[in-house]
């Protein structure tokens, strides 16, 4: 049964925000301008719970789905003066979502919906793919392990001060 908000809840949320800040921070005094595989990264840690076990999966499939964004200009390029632009793009989604669910049941860690969320994040950045992606890989790994360390140790710290996670930021 839900407690509500509690003293325990506002700490661990107000370290988690001050510890995003100051990772943003960070990133940006390293002029990176694009955060987003980070800390989608860390959207992904809080789904799961803060459940360590899960970030083979975090980050495999987001370098997974980073990885096919970068295939994507390449087979647009290869369909579109076949079956004309938009027909290609149609096709284009439906491979990768072909890719993505068909391969689930042999490498779940690699195709799942997080493969799926930077897949399609990066479909919304198609322009700047061929230009980005490996530094999106950078920034998924190096920035989101930045990001998701202090908040793994946030909730370390609240649970042995006795705060479950379900009490500190759910």
């Given at each position: 049964m839900p407690k509500g908000i509690t003293k325990e809840h506002l700490i661990t949320t107000t370290l988690m925000v001050v510890w995003l800040v100051i990772?943003?921070?960070i990133l940006t005094k390293l002029h990176i301008h694009d955060k987003w595989p980070a800390f989608l990264a860390v959207i992904f840690f809080f789904n799961v719970h803060f459940d360590t076990s899960s970030l083979k999966t975090i980050f495999g499939a987001g370098a997974m789905g980073l990885s096919i964004g970068y295939t994507m200009p390449i087979i647009l390029s290869v369909l579109a003066p076949i079956v004309?632009?938009?027909?290609?793009f149609y096709m284009l989604i439906g491979i990768v979502l072909f890719v993505i669910i068909g391969l689930g049941p042999i490498a779940r860690f690699l195709f799942n919906p997080v493969t799926f969320t930077y897949a399609l994040l990066a479909l919304l950045h198609l322009k700047e793919v061929p230009a980005h992606t490996f530094q999106w890989l950078g920034i998924?790994?190096?920035g989101g392990a930045l990001c998701i360390s202090g908040i793994y140790g946030i909730v370390r710290m609240m649970n042995k001060n006795g705060v479950h996670d379900g009490e500190a930021t759910h």
């Amino acid at each position: 049964m839900p407690k509500g908000i509690t003293k325990e809840h506002l700490i661990t949320t107000t370290l988690m925000v001050v510890w995003l800040v100051i990772c943003t921070v960070i990133l940006t005094k390293l002029h990176i301008h694009d955060k987003w595989p980070a800390f989608l990264a860390v959207i992904f840690f809080f789904n799961v719970h803060f459940d360590t076990s899960s970030l083979k999966t975090i980050f495999g499939a987001g370098a997974m789905g980073l990885s096919i964004g970068y295939t994507m200009p390449i087979i647009l390029s290869v369909l579109a003066p076949i079956v004309g632009g938009e027909i290609a793009f149609y096709m284009l989604i439906g491979i990768v979502l072909f890719v993505i669910i068909g391969l689930g049941p042999i490498a779940r860690f690699l195709f799942n919906p997080v493969t799926f969320t930077y897949a399609l994040l990066a479909l919304l950045h198609l322009k700047e793919v061929p230009a980005h992606t490996f530094q999106w890989l950078g920034i998924h790994f190096l920035g989101g392990a930045l990001c998701i360390s202090g908040i793994y140790g946030i909730v370390r710290m609240m649970n042995k001060n006795g705060v479950h996670d379900g009490e500190a930021t759910h």
